[in-house]
């Protein structure tokens, strides 16, 4: 299964690519104290901008850190918890200017669309609407956007619809995970990332909520051996243990470099990127 569409790219989106996070936090306490910020991950690349995950506060950190959410092409929606749904009414109202342009795709988990068992769709009909497409996600499917692949990901989450994503380009793969805690699997599916950006709520050994702990990042980073690795998404106690540390470890044990994700960090990932040529695998037409 598969899609493909095209979206009119922003003639001033410079064609230097990025990724900028939003936010960097995660949980009940972190997020509604704000001891990090919530607002998800942005995507520079070949021109395109895409928000990823856009939970509390995605409109107002974008804002905050210069990004022009008018000119967003796609929203991609790991799964419909707070954390990562929150918002994406709100970032589909900025994109399309409140329906006056009909335009942009969402790709994501079949919750955000469908809901959960004890638990409605973040996705309001009325924002939907709005859109030119959207793509329910599932592992192992693959859409095209402009000279963009993504593919969805196996994740081992408590929203048994979520999803991580492989995200290829001509210049870069980059990989972020979702919410998903540690399985075999995930090595595999993980394979030739230039980037890998994992959420990783816990330190150490400390495992709950289906989600990964510095361990488990540890494990996967050094069996992907990814250009570079980013640790994001972090719990109360991962804060308390200082995520600086805690990539410090990970780097150790993978013997690959680790940085630990800070609210409005702005990454080039062209810089991580082997220079072997066209890495996507078709070449997808504007609609």
């Known amino acids: 299964m598969g899609g493909e569409t095209g979206s009119k790219v922003p003639a001033f989106l410079s064609e230097h690519s990025q990724i900028i996070f939003l936010g960097t936090g995660s949980g009940r306490y972190v997020r509604g104290k704000q001891l990090r910020a919530t607002g998800g991950i942005i995507l520079q690349a070949m021109g395109n901008q895409m928000h990823i995950d856009p939970g509390p506060g995605a409109t107002v950190m974008a804002a905050n850190y210069g990004i022009n959410s008018r000119e ?11 954390g990562h749904a ?17 335009q942009g795709v969402l790709v994501a988990s079949l919750s955000v669309m469908n809901g959960e068992e004890k638990n409605k769709p973040y996705l309001n009909e009325l924002y939907g609407n709005l859109l030119e497409k959207i793509i ?4 192992h499917q693959k859409v ?25 380009t001509p210049e870069f793969i980059i990989v972020y995970s979702g919410d998903t805690d540690y399985s075999q699997g995930l ?7 230039d980037i890998l950006i994992l959420n990783v709520v816990n330190p150490r050994d ?11 990042a540890a494990h996967l980073i050094e069996k992907v051996k990814p250009r570079l ?10 804060i308390q243990a200082d995520p600086l540390y805690e990539a410090r470890e990970i780097q150790k044990q993978s013997g690959v470099q680790v940085i630990a994700a ?11 990127a082997l220079k072997t040529g066209q890495k996507t695998l078709n070449t997808f037409t504007f609609l």
């Open 72 to 82: 967003t092409i796609a929203v991609l929606v790991s799964h419909n918890h707070l």
């Open 86 to 102: 929150n918002d994406v009414n709100a970032v589909i109202d900025a994109m399309t200017y409140s329906g006056i342009d009909q």
């Open 136 to 139: 329910p996600l599932t592992k």
């Open 144 to 168: 095209g956007i402009n000279e963009i692949e993504i593919h969805g990901l196996l994740a081992n989450h408590t929203d048994k619809t979520a999803v991580g994503f492989k995200i290829i």
């Open 187 to 193: 090595v595999e599916q993980y394979q030739g990332a």
């Open 206 to 216: 400390i495992k709950e909520d289906a989600n990964l702990c510095s361990r488990d």
């Open 229 to 238: 690795a980013i640790i994001t998404h972090f719990g109360l106690k991962m």
């Open 262 to 272: 800070k609210d409005g960090m702005s990454i080039a990932p062209g810089s991580y």
